[in-house]
């Protein structure tokens, strides 16, 4: 039997006398564990803080929202890319206009540590991508000062880390670049050859392929005469047409990278803030049915409802609905139902 006294001391059984009162331990919050990565890209110590010198470092502080609730993260291709629109596969995606229409964000940044090793490893900390800068920075009708930014941390996981700006950097340096791994410096070359996941809908395919090799060589041609500019659309499409597309080589990629000619891009990450709104819209929306997911935004809603999500079903396959989970019955259990169900047999 445990008597309280007055004193706050404990008596126990086994006790012969007065025991000091008992600390209750206050439990500490865990830290989310994030699945680490193998790097493609190293850089050195010196060469991380000197592209960090343009931004300022300090780091954001989030105070409303607890660490594991700040860790949460949610599917790019299930989630994501069907309620805010953008390309599942493109690191910097940008919406259609629909989606812009609804809810204002231009662009977004998906960032994969295998590619980005010194990407922000918290929410709210400076770091660097091996990216262009986002095209919504540089639009001069519609500017904006950040962007909301993911890191993925394990398969189709990805981890909502704040509102970034992203600021030009130094790039890489002929010796940087050549110190890299043989299969990093050989996908550089390759990707401006092979087909993409994202493709633009008038280039799609093995045209996508061509539109690069085009760009390339007339970006080529304007840093040999010393123009410091991008090639524009209408100088592309002329090199398509002339097939002087063909011109460009992996061997020549290659000359490009070893003599500085053509450089891998880098961004310092500047935390503009974290919206904590933001993050339980996140949280909260993928904890809801899937069959929800699919959110589909609306210049102008439907008079008869009020309701912005819409649900996509395909008529030519029957579905069963349990507790609003889809079912998709395979068409040769339907025909046996069929077979069953005839007054025939």
Known sequence: MRVEQQEEFVLGPSLSGP??????KQEEEKKPRIKEEPKLFTLSPEGVLRRLSAIDQKPILITHLTSSYVARTTSRVHFLSRRYGGSQQDPLPRPAQRFVAAHGIPQFCFLMPTWSPYAPKQPGEPGLAFLRVPDCFRDPEHPVSSIPTWVRRSSDRWQYIGHYRFVASEPLTVEEYLN????VRETRVTAIFGKDWQTRRSHPGGRMARYRCARHIVWRELKLAGEDRFATEEEIQRAIESGRYNEVTPEMVRDDFASGLLKVNVCAMECYGYDEKFQRELVEGYSQPKRTWARVFNDVKSEESDSDIEII??????????????????SWLTRMRARELSPEL
């Open 19 to 24: 025991v000091l009162p008992l600390e209750v």
């Open 180 to 183: 890299q791994d043989a299969f």
């Open 313 to 330: 079903e395909n008529p030519r396959r029957p579905r069963m609905v349990f507790d609003c989970v889809e079912i998709v019955v395979p």
